[in-house]
């Protein structure tokens, strides 16, 4: 079956410390993959989207990075936490018109 | 590029109230569209979908159609219920091709009260 594994569910972090937020993906090849962020109060913010292994196109500019060591791993990391990473994230797939999403993980920067 | 834009929020209204949260898309090709659903302290859903001009998508008495001529795909309901409160993103995947891009309209908060 296809689904979308991302963890952790929640993080508290403190200001200036590193961040990894892995995302995984099953019953699929050579998805298109996705990170967004959502703000408090806020819409979805698309911060990074891969298309294939090593490919990665950043939406916005940030204190953020992404990576995608396999074709079914997506990776978001930050050498140094701001205050104003705080929030929700979320990855998601794509192919051929499906989409999947991943449950979120709620980030908190103290 | 491709972009959706929903009608702003946030948007209040009493139980079974008539709903309509627009919904316009601009993009090149042929995009299939989606309305997904984030109920309070829950991630995403899929609500509803469709692939193809003058196709109607429906879940759980929700309805949008895809209509090309106005680019758009507003959501409807009839009745809203209390349980409807959540926020509803509207998106598109553009192209007939696996490389389509997700993207979404920036969200529109619904509180229905009792």
């Known amino acids: 079956s296809q689904t979308i594994h991302q963890w952790p569910a929640t993080l508290v972090q403190p200001v200036g410390s590193p961040l990894s937020l892995e995302c995984t993906v099953e019953g699929t090849s050579n998805p298109n993959l996705y990170w967004y962020r959502q703000a408090a109060g806020r819409g979805l913010q698309l911060l990074f989207y891969s298309v294939g292994i090593g490919q990665i196109s950043s939406e916005v500019p940030q204190n953020l990075s992404a990576s995608r060591p396999q074709d079914r791993q997506f990776i978001l990391s930050s050498k140094k936490l701001l205050l104003s990473d705080s929030g929700f994230y979320l990855c998601?797939?794509?192919?051929?018109?499906?989409?999947?999403f991943g449950q979120g993980t709620r980030l908190t920067v103290v | 590029g491709d972009s959706v834009t929903q009608m702003e929020g946030p948007v209040t209204l009493s139980e079974e109230a008539f709903l309509t949260i627009n919904c316009t898309y601009t993009a090149t090709g042929y995009p299939s569209l989606f309305w997904y659903v984030q109920y309070p302290g829950e991630g995403l859903q899929l609500l509803l979908k469709?692939?193809?001009?003058?196709d109607k998508g429906s879940n759980k008495g929700f309805e949008a159609t895809y209509r090309k001529e106005t680019t758009s795909f507003h959501l409807e309901k009839g009745s809203v219920q209390v349980s409807d409160s959540a926020v509803y993103f509207c998106?598109?995947?553009?192209?007939?091709?696996?490389?389509?891009?997700?993207?979404f309209g920036q969200g529109t908060i619904l509180t229905v009260h009792p």
């Open positions: 998106a598109l995947i553009n192209g007939g091709t696996s490389y389509g891009k997700l993207t």
């Open positions: 998601a797939w794509t192919r051929g018109g499906k989409a999947f």
């Open positions: 469709a692939t193809k001009a003058d």
